[in-house]
């Protein structure tokens, strides 16, 4: 047998092992807990990303929509600009067209401001319902109407400048 103080020394080292050992056991249990806590906290990060992942996929979406809607505005608002010119140019026209809607046959006729009054336009409503197609083509070309085809009758060709300048236009037929 050992004497009392070699026995005494064991059993206090294997206390101190003892308590170290349960130090070490209290320590991973701590780890353990905290490793738990961080999973958790790390599943929810991840539940986290993924519902920010679908809003974001959503707001592209949403954005991608928006682009289209905006584009289909921007031309809405281009072809209602162009609309708008197109009132204005008719609208500052109509005091010609309503001058030159009442002339007779040899009162001059007006013409837009823009235009230089010279031959080969007609002056009256007299050269109007005698223009050649050849005098229709400078006449249109200086108007800025639109060239028509070569058989287009010279009837026609005559209407449409009548129709631009407001000139009342009516053939009598033989």
């Known amino acids: 047998m050992l004497p009392q103080r070699d026995t005494d020394e064991l059993r206090n080292a294997v206390q101190r092992q003892a308590t170290a050992i349960q130090r070490q056991d209290d320590t991973l249990q701590g780890i353990q807990t905290t490793l738990r806590l961080r999973n958790i906290l790390l599943e929810q990060i991840i539940d986290l990303i993924q519902e920010t992942k679908s809003e974001v996929e959503g707001l592209r979406t949403e954005v991608r929509e928006l682009r289209a809607e905006v584009r289909e505005l921007r031309a809405d608002v281009r072809q209602n600009e162009n609309s708008l010119n197109r009132l204005e140019r008719e609208n500052n026209l109509l005091p010609m067209r309503l001058h030159n809607a009442g002339v007779s046959d040899e009162a001059p006729l007006q013409y837009p401001d823009w235009v ?15 223009l050649t ?24 060709l005559r209407r449409q400048i009548a129709q631009y300048l407001g000139v009342i236009y009516v053939t009598i037929a033989p």
Do not use: C, F, K
């Open 133 to 156: 197609s050849h005098n229709y083509a400078a006449t249109a070309r200086i108007l800025g109407l639109p060239a028509l085809h070569e058989s287009t009758t010279v009837d026609y």
């Open 116 to 130: 230089q009054l010279e031959p080969p336009l007609p002056m009256n409503r007299r050269d109007l319902l005698q």
